[in-house]
């Protein structure tokens, strides 16, 4: 049986962080009444005409710079010619031939480069509402700014697809360039998937899927796709090449138009723009005002806070959870390893559970590091620690610091005296003698054994490490 090798690339488009859209001084934002957020220019009325937001350039400028791409000194907006009712001017404003960044690459954790053809400025279309009583216009998100990011076809399985995607927006949402929120869609991804024998040059037939709203749809539509097509050249048949969407309650794709009858857009320069010329100097500058990238802080994570290649990634992949991470372990770096898996696993766990949203947690930031530290230094038993942190995170009532403090103040104290611990001690032993005989003729690991009764019989409010040292002093360690 022949093996099959996927190709995928990606089309990313980004949602920019500005206040207002990319042609006119109209807001950007999210919700309210319909058609509120317009003007002549994003309704597409007659006369009106398009003003470049500076912000844009500035934001594409630096998805480019942070993709390692050319910035092109010179860029043409064009005029993209379609019909659809979401779209008043009968063309979308994008860049076609001559695109604001060219040649850049994104390098994966296992050290592969997958290589970014281009990026380019556009501008959003409306949305259509369908209604029970016939279908709506809403023009607020008309003139919203985008790059959109088109990938080479370099990847070779939905996981690299999916590691592509957590680099880029890495790099979006620590350059402020994009908030990187893939639910809301203000990062959109679309893939370009086709198969072929393995150790075969030419491409295969490729289909384009679309509505892969999280980092699971786009791995999970992937795979199917990949899977769909080798299903298909394995039994005689042929794909198809066509636009599919990702339909996730059902977990396949469907086919939503067939390539072969595409518009032929006929781009052409927009004689309402003049050609966008960047300055040099300016260019340099923002150059130089680039702050550390995702993968310059993994690194530093790795060399100099000796962070383990798994932790590092986990929380780089979250720019703002690296930030609060940063700013915590800055006054205690000794504390940084086990700071991080610390976050990584307990925490972690809680946060999976609960409501509490991600910027509250970063404003807790100090107050886990110093739970994390008590529980490093004893005070806190492990036991003490999953009760500690369940209450905190389940407390409604208070920010999660404040929960964190009451909690703290809620479960008392371990048991670390020796004078407390010996009595409790001695009954185990004097219960266990088989044990005890055992441990002295060199059975350390029964260690854990004896700490785990003696934590049992005080509520799982004792210092391990204390009994630890008291139990090597009594039976000879
Ligand atoms: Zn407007």
Redesign the pocket.
């Known amino acids: 049986m022949t093996s099959f090798e996927a190709v995928i690339g990606l089309e990313v488009h980004a949602q920019l962080l500005t206040a207002s859209?990319i042609f006119?001084?109209?807001a950007v934002s999210v919700g309210g009444e319909p058609n509120t957020?317009?003007?002549?220019?994003?309704?597409g009325l007659p006369g009106a005409l398009p003003v470049l937001n500076a912000e844009v350039v500035r934001l594409a400028v630096r998805a480019g710079l942070g993709t390692g791409c050319a910035i092109q000194p010179t860029s043409v907006f064009a005029r993209k010619n379609y019909f659809y009712p979401d779209l008043p001017k009968g063309y979308q404003i994008t860049q076609a031939e001559l695109p604001i960044c060219l040649d850049g690459q994104l390098t994966l954790d296992d050290g592969k480069v997958a290589r970014i053809q281009r990026i380019h400025l556009e501008e959003d279309a409306g949305k259509s509402i369908h209604g029970d009583s016939g279908t709506r216009v809403d023009l607020n998100r008309a003139?919203t700014p985008l790059v959109e990011i088109v990938g080479h076809p370099d990847l070779r399985s939905a996981d690299e697809a999916v590691a592509y995607l957590r680099e880029l927006r890495g790099i979006l949402v620590t350059l402020g360039v994009c908030d990187g929120n893939m639910e809301e869609g203000s990062l959109r991804c679309d893939a370009n998937v086709s198969v072929r024998p393995l150790g075969q040059d030419a491409f295969g037939t490729r289909v384009e899927i679309k509505n892969m709203n999280s980092f699971r749809s786009v791995r999970d539509a992937i795979g199917y796709e990949i899977d769909r097509q080798v299903g298909l050249i394995a039994d005689g048949a042929r794909v198809v090449q066509e636009t599919r969407l990702w339909n996730m309650d059902l977990a396949r794709t469907e086919s939503m138009r067939s390539k072969e009858e595409a518009a032929d857009y006929r781009y052409f320069p927009d004689p309402d723009l003049p050609p966008l010329h960047l300055d040099p100097a300016w260019l340099a500058a923002q150059r130089a005002d680039l702050p550390e990238l995702p993968a310059a802080r993994k690194a530093r994570y790795q060399q100099a806070l000796a962070l383990d290649a798994r932790t590092a990634a986990w929380l780089v992949e979250e720019p703002a959870r690296a930030v609060a991470f940063d700013q915590a372990v800055a006054e205690a770096p000794a504390l940084a390893a086990p700071f991080a898996a610390f976050l990584m696993t307990q925490v972690q766990a809680q946060l999976q559970r609960s409501a509490r949203p991600w910027p509250e947690l970063a404003a807790a930031m100090p107050a886990l590091l110093a739970t994390c530290g008590k529980w490093r230094g004893g005070q806190l038993s492990n036991k003490m620690l999953t009760e500690l942190l369940q209450a905190a995170f389940a407390d409604p009532a208070r920010t999660l610091a404040d929960a964190l403090a009451h909690a703290a103040a809620q479960a008392g104290a371990v048991v670390s005296d020796d004078g407390a611990l010996e009595p409790v001690l001695d009954g185990v032993l004097a219960q266990f003698p088989a044990e005890v005989a055992k441990y002295q003729a060199g059975q350390r690991q029964l260690t854990g054994f004896f700490v785990g009764q003696v934590m049992r019989a005080l509520g799982g409010k004792a210092d391990a490490k204390a009994i630890t040292a008291l139990l090597a002093r009594k039976l000879g360690g």
């Open positions: 859209k006119c001084s109209c957020r317009t003007c002549p220019v994003c309704l003139g």
